[in-house]
Antibody, heavy 118, light 107 residues
Framework: QVTLRESGPALVKPTQTLTLTCTFS??????????VSWIRQPPGKALEWLAL???????YYSTSLKTRLTISKDTSKNQVVLTMTNMDPVDTAMYYC??????????WGQGTLVTVSS | DIQMTQSPSTLSASVGDRVTITCRAS??????LAWYQQKPGKAPKLLIY???SLESGVPSRFSGSGSGTEFTLTISSLQPDDFVSYYC?????????FGQGTKVEIK
C-alpha cells in the first residue's frame, strides 16, 4: 500500500526559508523509474509543478522557481525534502508531494497548507 | 517551457450529458499526457495516463485521446460525482507543466 505524507510548518514569515518533508511508504525511491515530485496549489488556483527527484538522484525544477528550490532524498528514511528560500505571501498554497513512475502522478499525499505572513 | 492550455475553463452541463475537455500543448509532447480529477479540499486523482490509458479503478465513462499537441478528456455520461475540476499535465520534458484547469458545473 503506497502512502505519502507531507509535513512542515503551517506558517512562515516573508523572507524565511520553507522546509517540507515528504515521508512515504509502500515503494522504494531506489527502484529504477521511481520519482517523487512536489506540486503546489494556491487557494482557488491551478496546480503548479515545482520539482522532481528520481531514483538516480537526478533533480529537475520549475523554471520560474529553480533559483529558490532544492530537492533532496534520504532513501534510508523514505523521505524527500524540499526547501524554498525567500518565501513571499504569493507562495501561500497547499503543497503536495506525489509519486510518479512515468505514468503521471499515481499517488498523492493529502497536502500541507503553508501560509506566508508576518 | 511547454505551455498547456485547457478549454473551456468552465463547463456547464447536466447529469447524463457527454462532455469533452480539450488540452493543447505549445509543442509536441507525443502521448506523454495525464488527466486528473480534483474534488474540493482533496488531492488530485489520476484518471488517464499516456493520453489514453485508463488508470486502474477509474470508471470506464472516462476516456482520453490525442497525440502531439491536441488532447481530449471525454466523460460519456456525467454523474453527480463528476461535477468537479479537471487538469491535464505533460510529462514529455522538464519542466513538467499543468493546464489551468476546467471546472465542470451543474447547469
Amino acid at each position: 500500500q503506497v502512502t505519502l505524507r507531507e509535513s512542515g510548518p503551517a506558517l512562515v514569515k516573508p523572507t524565511q526559508t520553507l522546509t517540507l518533508t515528504c515521508t512515504f511508504s509502500g515503494f522504494s525511491l531506489s527502484t529504477s523509474g521511481m520519482c517523487v515530485s512536489w506540486i503546489r496549489q494556491p487557494p482557488g488556483k491551478a496546480l503548479e509543478w515545482l520539482a522532481l527527484i528520481d531514483w538516480d538522484d537526478d533533480k529537475y525544477y520549475s523554471t520560474s522557481l529553480k533559483t529558490r528550490l532544492t530537492i533532496s532524498k534520504d532513501t534510508s528514511k523514505n523521505q524527500v525534502v524540499l526547501t524554498m528560500t525567500n518565501m513571499d505571501p504569493v507562495d501561500t498554497a497547499m503543497y503536495y508531494c506525489a509519486r510518479t513512475a512515468q505514468r503521471g502522478f499515481d499517488y498523492w499525499g493529502q497536502g500541507t497548507l503553508v501560509t506566508v505572513s508576518s | 517551457d511547454i505551455q498547456m492550455t485547457q478549454s473551456p475553463s468552465t463547463l456547464s452541463a447536466s447529469v447524463g450529458d457527454r462532455v469533452t475537455i480539450t488540452c493543447r500543448a505549445s509543442q509536441s509532447i507525443s502521448s506523454w499526457l495525464a488527466w486528473y480529477q480534483q474534488k474540493p479540499g482533496k488531492a488530485p486523482k489520476l484518471l488517464i495516463y499516456k493520453a489514453s490509458s485508463l488508470e486502474s479503478g477509474v470508471p470506464s465513462r472516462f476516456s482520453g485521446s490525442g497525440s502531439g499537441t491536441e488532447f481530449t478528456l471525454t466523460i460519456s455520461s456525467l454523474q453527480p460525482d463528476d461535477f468537479v475540476s479537471y487538469y491535464c499535465q505533460q510529462y514529455n520534458s522538464y519542466p513538467w507543466t499543468f493546464g489551468q484547469g476546467t471546472k465542470v458545473e451543474i447547469k
